[in-house]
């Protein structure tokens, strides 16, 4: 009896483990095949949905005609509490597609804030030859320590990460001489937002523990009533 108690016993937490288990999953994705999928811009003029060109298909395309820097903004399917919904990377697909007049050129970046924090991502520096192509960018994400390429610009990572309300890429990293005429057309497409949201039993698995823990519970019982 003592022997098949511990067989139920690892039996159990075998179940218990392998119906538990994490896995990866996109969590929320932009490809702009059809739309600009709800993204916005501090600067609408300068922001179109391009049908072809991506990577592939629909992107976002950015013209400049001003000396704004523009950026643009997730829609809500990107926010919340990362913390909750197990964030574990971000990742998006950059291409710088025609220049002239460069004065400077910034890091890929992304910027998360929220009522408890904000942070920058910068990337690796982009190509200087153009057009540079479809990069894919990638930020981690974690809750246990701050991931490489992060800087906290307020308050704190995990306050951030507990409730992010703005998810923000700059779509403009070149900046051009005004003086004259200038060219600077960039794009942006594959927006992902990836995790290993908290493992949750399935009902089904959920039934069965409860059976082989009933069965067990009948089991200690009969034993003791036994003199
Ligand atoms: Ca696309
Ligand atoms: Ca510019």
Redesign the pocket.
């Known amino acids: 009896m003592q022997i098949t108690w511990r067989y139920g016993l690892v039996a159990l937490a075998i179940a218990g483990f392998t119906c538990g288990e994490a896995q990866a999953d996109i969590l929320a994705s932009s490809t702009f095949d059809t739309s600009l999928d709800g993204w916005t811009s501090n600067t609408p003029s300068q922001i179109a949905w391009q049908s072809t060109g991506g990577n592939p298909g629909g992107y976002i395309q950015f013209t ?1 005609s001003t000396g704004d820097s523009t950026v643009v903004f997730a829609p809500s399917s990107f926010l919340g509490n990362y913390i909750a919904l197990g964030v574990t990377s971000t990742s998006f697909d950059d291409n710088i597609i025609a220049e002239s007049q460069v004065e400077s050129v910034g890091q890929y970046e992304i910027d998360l804030s929220g009522p408890l924090g904000s942070a920058t991502f910068l990337g690796s520096q982009p190509s200087s030859t153009y057009p540079t192509g479809w990069i894919t960018v990638t930020a981690a994400i974690s809750d246990t320590a701050l991931p490489s390429g992060w800087t906290v610009t307020s308050g704190s990572w995990l306050g951030l990460l507990s409730d992010v309300t703005q998810y923000q890429i700059p779509i ?1 990293l ?3 001489n005004q003086s004259g005429s ?1 060219t ?1 057309v960039e794009g942006i497409d594959n927006v992902t937002l990836t995790g290993s949201p908290a493992a949750v039993p399935e009902p089904a698995s959920l039934s069965l523990m409860f059976t082989f823990i009933g069965v067990l519970g009948l089991a200690w019982l009969r034993r003791r009533r036994t003199p």
Do not use: C, G, L
Request: no cysteine; hydrophobic share 30%; proline share 0%.
């Open positions: 400049d403009e070149v900046t051009n200038w600077d």
